[in-house]
């Protein structure tokens, strides 16, 4: 089992930056790539960004590529988002993920949901 808990929504004006926490933990959480989707009111849940534990790799969706960073530490087990340059359309839901495999972009792909996180960008 793998425990991931969110923290750092909030409101923010349109241009404006915020930073997403995600602590991980239970006996195999290491094992996973981390990621984090999104769900907009009335939309489907989609990718962001995901990072594996080891190596760094990372990989984004088109949409906040250049704009948001997926970043990790190791020693604390937690997974950041920071979001710059942030646009009313970044206004969601955001939730960590653990995921099954490297490149994997569908919520099929998870194993693992944190609760969500707020996040209001206005205009």
């Known amino acids: 089992q793998v425990q991931l808990v969110e923290s750092g929504g909030g409101l923010v004006q349109a241009g404006g930056s915020l930073r997403l926490s995600c602590a991980a933990s239970g006996r195999t959480f290491s094992s996973y790539v981390m990621g984090w989707f999104r769900q907009a009111p009335g939309k489907e849940r989609e990718f962001v960004a995901a990072a594996s534990w080891r190596g760094g790799h990372t990989y984004y969706a088109d949409s906040v590529k250049g704009r948001f960073t997926i970043s990790k530490d190791n020693a604390k087990n937690t997974v950041y988002l920071q979001m710059n340059s942030l646009k009313p359309e970044d206004t969601a839901v955001y939730y960590c993920?653990?995921?099954?495999?490297?490149?994997?972009?569908?919520?099929?792909?998870?194993?693992?949901w944190g609760q969500g996180t707020q996040v209001t960008v206005s205009s």
């Open positions: 993920a653990a995921l099954k495999a490297y490149g994997s972009r569908q919520t099929g792909d998870v194993d693992y």
